[in-house]
Structures are given as structure tokens and as C-alpha cells.
């Protein structure tokens, strides 16, 4: 069974610039979450879809968006690139909304790099 | 404001001993909590969880010990081997609200050394 793939793994743009990472989950599962990763601040909530429906958010600011797509894939873009959206971005897919296992399948992440 | 807090960034143990992780949370609300460990280039991995209305859970080598009052989870890993060195993090949600995302820590480095 494939796991969560993530594209691209590495990228690097400048302020300003706008980037779009790519998510596609384990077959079957339809709940999709994404995460920031940076050394000071460890795994941040990004937002969590479910059925192409946004479900829950966290505390970005709106710079940072997503979707879902009726095959489960998602995406999540960064608009307007600042130096500290250089993190690794990573996300999970799992079999259901409830969290009542709580087992979250994650991908290998997207490392950005804004310069 | 860091909801869930692994204060030891690292931690060394000789191969064999016991490894204990420890891990504090703010928030009342939690009534899940996840232990996660991750290898470099690689996404993290599941590992063992523990419900609020239990204090102990155990998985082969892995033991998750809650304690509510004190807001305080511990991971004990026994014996310690050195595939275990990674990064592990703990993880909290409050799944009983209806609220679907975790909340981390920043993680701990383990270190079993030989």
C-alpha cells in the first residue's frame, strides 16, 4: 500500500513569491491535514480537510490556504512568500474525521526555502 | 503559546537502559495523547497513544504513563536499542470536542548509544 506522497520534496523561492505543495494520501483515507515544521516552534497545525471541506484551521494568517479534491489530493498554497515560511511542510492523511486513534499517516514533507 | 512542551531537546542512554521521554501539556481540554517519532528525511511515525481515562498504556518495549493532575505524559522505552535514536514527539488533541488536530511538541532527541 502506498504511504503519503508529498511534491515536491525541495524547493526554494524568494520573498514575495507564491508556492504550491502538492499531497497525495494513502489509498481510501479522505481526511487530509497539514503541518509546519520549524526547529524553534516543532509540528503547527496548519488546517485539515475532509470530503473537499476545510474542517478545522489554525492560527496562520491567510497567506496560507488549501483544498481538497474529490480523489482525496490535496494542496496547500503560500502566498506572498515571507523568510520565515522556510520550514518543512508536512502532511498526513488518516481513515477518519474522529481522531479516536488519533494515527495520523504522514508524508516525507516539502522543505521550502524562501530567500 | 506552546500547548504541549517537551522540555529536554536531547537525551542520551546506553543501549540497553531505560529511555524515558517526558512531555507536559496546558491544556484541560486534551483527552488524547500521541507519541510520535521521526527519522531524519522522513515523516514522523506513529508509536503508541494513551486516552485520558487511562494512566498507562503499554506496546512491547514502549510504555505511555499519563498522569491528569500533574499534566504529564512520559514515554518509557525499555530496553533501549540503537534503532531507537530519532526524534520523538509528543502530541496531544482534544478529540472529545470534535477538534481533529494535534497539538505538538517540539521533540526530544534521542541518542542510544552502543
Known amino acids: 500500500k502506498a504511504g503519503v506522497t508529498q511534491t515536491p520534496r525541495y524547493l526554494i523561492k524568494t520573498r514575495g513569491q507564491q508556492v504550491t505543495l502538492s499531497c497525495s494520501p494513502i489509498?481510501?483515507?479522505?481526511?487530509v491535514s497539514w503541518y509546519q515544521q520549524t526547529p524553534g516552534q516543532g509540528l503547527q497545525f496548519l488546517f485539515e480537510y475532509f470530503s473537499e471541506t476545510q474542517r478545522n484551521k489554525g492560527n496562520f494568517p491567510g497567506r496560507f490556504s488549501g483544498r481538497q479534491f474529490s480523489n482525496s489530493r490535496s494542496e496547500m498554497n503560500v502566498s506572498t512568500l515571507e523568510l520565515g515560511d522556510s520550514a518543512l511542510y508536512l502532511c498526513?492523511?488518516?481513515?477518519?474525521?474522529?481522531?479516536?486513534?488519533?494515527?495520523?499517516?504522514f508524508g516525507e514533507g516539502s522543505r521550502l526555502t524562501v530567500l | 503559546d506552546q500547548q504541549v512542551k517537551q522540555n529536554s531537546p536531547s537525551l542520551s542512554v546506553q543501549e540497553g537502559r531505560i529511555s524515558i521521554l517526558n512531555c507536559d501539556y496546558t491544556?484541560?481540554?486534551?483527552?488524547?495523547f500521541l507519541w510520535y517519532k521521526k527519522y531524519p528525511a522522513e515523516g514522523p511515525t506513529f508509536l503508541i497513544s494513551i486516552s485520558s481515562i487511562k494512566d498507562k498504556n503499554e506496546d512491547g518495549r514502549f510504555t505511555v504513563f499519563l498522569n491528569k493532575s500533574a499534566k504529564h505524559l512520559s514515554l518509557h522505552i525499555v530496553p533501549s536499542q540503537p534503532g531507537d535514536s530519532a526524534v520523538y514527539f509528543c502530541?496531544?488533541?482534544?478529540?472529545?470536542?470534535?477538534?481533529?488536530?494535534?497539538?505538538f511538541g517540539t521533540g526530544t532527541r534521542l541518542t542510544v548509544i552502543p
Open positions: 489509498s481510501g483515507h479522505r481526511s
Open positions: 502530541a496531544a488533541s482534544a478529540a472529545g470536542t470534535g477538534a481533529n488536530n494535534l497539538f
Open positions: 498526513a492523511s488518516s481513515l477518519r474525521v474522529s481522531q479516536d486513534t488519533g494515527e495520523l499517516f
Open positions: 491544556n484541560s481540554m486534551f483527552d488524547y
